[in-house]
């Protein structure tokens, strides 16, 4: 068996010719939006890139192979194939094995983003520290996944179900640097602030590709391999209000400790909770954050790719 994943002729030709590509993670559509709503996201978000001069690279694992870049059938079975497993880089070997199908977390997404040499990643929000982990030990794999590949990652910051504090915290104890794109704040995904300040703020795509090439530069000369956390807020006009928010929030949370739910789990039960306790006002929330952050995705890729062929933007 070859340890293969398999890249898309548009992905690949994207790549060979220098030309921009964004990848889009696939857990956020099995488990992380409603049918129908997320199939229709699926598309529309690749649309988005398409429109902007941009190749999508749609990941997930369909029959045991992770695919860089999905087809239309494909983004169908992620959207409404009911039984997708969540997978994250340790699942990858045991999907391969078992020839199984699997929607991508941020973690495998990046990771095989990496491999497949695709730069610049668009989600919704980072898994995270979840409220807890002191006792619990609940800690994304996404974080630590991101101290060890290449990509930037462009989300509104991790949900507020998460601790946010302990978040930011271990992104720095793990080496992954963290920039607010036209904020000095980090956001809270529903909302665009957290009260946590940031270090380091950009203003421009062009800004967050001088940074990736600065990456590239200590990767030549063999140093780590960090990715870069873009922390795109949605806008105070956009937000969901922070009265109602705090109100859904203390009852996802309590709701999750009733139920017991552990694991992996935790994630996309709090994710359901919220959708239906807000009376879908989460979701299209949540769907105006993602757009964004494809849209900001699509220009850091595109002045990435300009960087790196020497073009003016
Ligand atoms: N946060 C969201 N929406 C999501 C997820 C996180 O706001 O859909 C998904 C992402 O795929 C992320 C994963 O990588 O949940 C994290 O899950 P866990 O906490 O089990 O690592
Ligand atoms: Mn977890």
């Keep these: ?112 983003a990496a491999r497949a040499g695709v730069r610049v990643f668009a989600t919704g929000g980072l898994g995270g520290v979840h409220r807890g982990a002191s006792e619990t030990f609940d800690e994304s794999a996404d974080l630590d996944t991101l101290a060890g590949v290449p990509v930037a990652v462009v989300s509104a910051g991790v949900k507020s179900v998460l601790d946010i504090a302990a978040t930011l915290e271990r992104l720095e104890t793990l080496s992954v640097p963290v920039v607010g794109y036209g904020t000095d704040e980090f956001p809270s995904f529903w909302l665009a602030s957290s009260g946590h300040r940031l ?58 400790d009733t139920a017991g739910v552990r694991g992996k789990a935790v994630t996309p039960f709090l994710l359901k909770y919220i959708v239906g306790a807000s009376g879908g006002t989460s979701l299209e929330v949540n769907l105006d954050i993602a757009r964004g952050n494809v849209r900001v995705a699509a220009e850091i890729a595109t002045a990435y790719a300009a960087a790196c062929h020497g073009r003016e933007e």
């Design 1 to 112: 068996m070859s340890a293969s994943f398999h890249v898309s002729e548009s992905v690949a030709a994207a790549l060979a010719e220098g030309r921009p590509v964004v990848a889009l993670e696939s857990t956020i559509i099995s488990h992380g939006l409603p049918q129908p709503r997320n199939l229709e996201a699926a598309r529309e978000f690749e649309q988005m890139l398409v429109e902007r001069g941009v190749t999508p690279a749609t990941i997930a694992v369909l029959d045991g192979v992770p695919q860089i870049g999905l087809d239309e059938s494909g983004i169908e079975r992620i959207a409404l194939g009911g039984s997708m497993a969540k997978a994250s880089v340790r699942d990858l070997p045991i999907l391969a094995a078992r020839r199984a199908s699997g929607a991508t977390t941020v973690a495998a997404t990046a990771w095989l």
């Design 199 to 256: 270090d380091w703020r950009v203003d421009s795509a062009a800004e967050v590709a001088a940074i990736l090439r600065a990456q590239d530069a200590w990767r030549a000369e063999g140093a780590g391999a960090q990715g870069l956390v873009v922390a795109n807020p949605i806008s105070l006009a956009e937000q969901w209000d922070p009265v109602e928010h705090d109100r859904v929030l203390t009852e996802a949370l309590a709701a999750a």
